[in-house]
């Protein structure tokens, strides 16, 4: 499939709704761009998986430790 689409001044480019649909491309977000041979390439960028977030939240700082013996302690039962 081809369509003719201009580069505005600022170098933006509309994607037409027919390649859009073709490609795939349902949503606005992230992609992925690179030059090929003269050509440009567009593509969905990757979900992360679950794994993927390892290590990027960080504990929150003078957190109490819990006793992992004595766990049941730290639970409040009341609103159940």
Same mark, same amino acid.
């Given at each position: 499939? !081809?369509?003719?689409v201009t580069i505005t001044? @600022?170098?933006q480019v509309h994607i037409p709704k027919a390649i859009r649909q073709k490609a795939g491309f349902m949503t606005h977000g992230?992609?992925?761009?690179r030059a090929d041979?003269? !050509?440009?390439?567009?593509? @969905? @960028? !990757?979900e !992360?998986?679950? #794994?993927? #977030?390892?290590g990027t939240f960080k504990? @929150?700082?003078?957190m109490k430790k819990i006793d992992i013996d004595h766990i049941r302690d730290y639970i409040d039962?009341?609103?159940l």
């Open positions: 499939m !081809k369509q003719t001044s @600022k170098f992230p992609v992925v761009m041979r003269g !050509k440009i390439v567009i593509e @969905k @960028k !990757k !992360k998986s679950f #794994l993927d #977030l390892a504990p @929150k700082r003078n039962y009341s609103d």
